[in-house]
């Protein structure tokens, strides 16, 4: 009897009849040990069945390919970052930078499964039961397109720092160009032009390295416009102030640019660059002393010395212990420049609306005495005309496409979110009147603050306006913070020509 399996002929077919070396005996018909003869059958099975068995573990234990889910914005066919799968069992997935999602869960694969979708602004129809989802049927290697509404005036761009940008693309194999750093978490963004680039600064920064992280901000210069595009997925490439520069990409830290004196985090805030008398630009800021989490007890003025790569103290404005009042300097803010009718050019500081005005340059910036308080504005209109927005965080800039100053600003203690709603308003002035807030933004039970104005990075007359904010689970209710997303940067764009903002 000859065995007709087809992995045994196909092994064997080539030596029936000579000896080969994998085997130490001569082939027949039979074969025979001892004195026994044993069938050609027989003796191929007892051969082939170890490697048979190998060969199935092997097929048992690779790994599933996984499905891709890409997420686009149906009206514009851009992908969607940060717009969250989540199965009926609480299993979450999140689009990265790319609006990808790579699914590779085991106990997923094979079924149909139900995904609610979550995007702070995007989403689709309920169904007849009020749920809002998509149901997919799962399988390794399957490609599946989720188109989503975006319910928001402003579109989402993508995220600008942390890492893990395409985390879920690079597990399908796709943007393996892309290397992230270290830094997981960046707070609340500074920005100045200066020395031909684009200066930025962030407070308290986290690291994969260790809980405790970078507490006297951490800092990185671009070109003046450095988004190549101005639609998703965008791909942020910041060169970092390092502490260790000799290293390679991946293990290169970035180090604190601003350690002033004194116990607990420094944050700068006010980051301007401004000439001197002879024409010499200066980078500088506000920094400020913070104990008790949140807590100012110290304040000043510091400069960017480029020979250190260091924020240097200038003087101290303000101590708490001298029982004063905290002066708006301490605030923290964000710098506009004015030209008035006689052609003197002033700077503002603001967050949002102005508090504080001064000639604009380097000399009056010191002098701390010649600088003018102004009581911003205490709530903007809605442009319905319905409600009267308090604003809490934000920042302005003259517009020339409008032909109007404008500005980005989050609501405080909004009914959808305490600090998560953003609005848009304009003026005639930098210090107004403020008026027709149109909500072009909101986050579902999460905060996004300190949104700032990225008018550098568009051309004068361009109808595009980019903003940027923090986006965190703090202050929020309970919030459950987002895997990747949670404490960094996102950026966001509003087209000024928008029907939806100017009905």
Not at 200 to 226: C, E, K, N, R
Not at 270 to 293: M, T
Not at 421 to 430: G, K, N, R, V
Request: hydrophobic share 35%; aromatic share 14%.
């Amino acid at each position: 009897m000859v065995s007709r399996h087809p992995a045994i002929l196909a092994f064997f077919s080539f030596s029936m009849t000579n000896s080969h070396p994998v085997f130490p005996f001569t082939w027949e018909r039979d074969t025979i040990f001892d004195g026994f003869r044993l069938p050609s059958w027989l003796v191929a099975w007892m051969i082939l069945t170890p490697f048979i068995g190998f060969a199935a573990t092997l097929a048992e234990e690779r790994p599933l390919h996984p499905c891709r889910i890409l997420v686009l914005d149906e009206e514009s066919g851009w992908p969607v970052p940060l717009v969250e799968l989540r199965t009926i069992h609480s299993v979450k997935f999140v689009t990265d930078n790319a609006g990808v999602i790579a699914i590779d869960d085991p106990s997923l694969m094979n079924k149909e499964v139900w995904f609610t979708i979550k995007g702070h602004g995007y989403g689709v129809d309920k169904d007849g039961f009020g749920y809002e989802g998509v149901r997919l049927n799962l399988k390794p290697g399957n490609r599946f397109t989720v188109k989503v509404k975006r319910r928001s005036i402003a579109k989402r761009i993508g995220r600008l720092t942390g890492t893990g940008l395409f985390s879920e693309s690079q597990k399908l194999g796709e943007q393996l160009n892309w290397k992230d750093g270290v830094v997981v978490g960046c707070d609340s963004v500074q920005n100045a032009v200066y020395d031909g680039k684009l200066f930025w600064a962030w407070g308290d920064t986290s690291l994969t390295t260790y809980p405790l992280g970078i507490f006297h901000m951490t800092g990185a210069t671009t070109s003046v416009q450095p988004f190549a595009d101005w639609a998703p997925p965008i791909k942020p490439s910041f060169d970092y102030f390092y502490a260790n520069a000799g290293q390679d990409n991946g293990n290169r830290k970035p180090r604190a640019i601003a350690e002033m004196p004194g116990a607990g985090p420094t944050w700068l805030t006010g980051f301007v660059s401004l000439p001197d008398e002879l024409g010499q630009e200066h980078l500088v800021a506000f920094y400020r002393k913070i104990r008790n989490h949140l807590e100012t007890y110290e304040a000043g003025l510091c400069h960017w010395d480029d020979k250190t790569g260091q924020f240097k103290h200038i003087k101290t404005t303000w101590r708490k212990s001298s029982g004063l009042p905290e002066p708006n300097l301490a605030r923290d803010g964000h710098p506009s420049f004015w030209v008035d009718e006689a052609g003197k050019r002033w700077l503002y500081f603001g967050n949002p609306l102005p508090f504080i005005r001064l000639a604009a340059n380097y000399e009056a910036w010191k002098d701390t005495e010649t600088w003018e308080s102004i009581k911003p504005q205490a709530t903007i209109r809605s442009r319905d005309g319905s409600t009267e927005v308090t604003p809490h965080s934000g920042s302005i800039a003259w517009n020339e496409f409008r032909k109007r100053w404008v500005t980005v600003f989050v609501e405080k203690f909004g009914q959808k979110s305490p600090l998560g709603t953003l609005w848009y308003a304009e003026a005639d002035s930098p210090v107004g009147p403020w008026e027709k807030a149109s909500e072009i933004l909101s986050h579902d039970n999460y905060t996004f603050y300190n949104p700032r104005l990225h008018p550098e990075c568009t051309p004068p007359d361009s109808p595009v306006l980019f903003f940027e904010g923090t986006y965190t689970a703090e202050f929020a209710d309970h919030a459950e913070p987002t895997p990747r997303y949670n404490y960094n940067q996102i950026l966001y764009r509003l087209d000024l020509d928008s029907p939806e903002l100017n009905r």
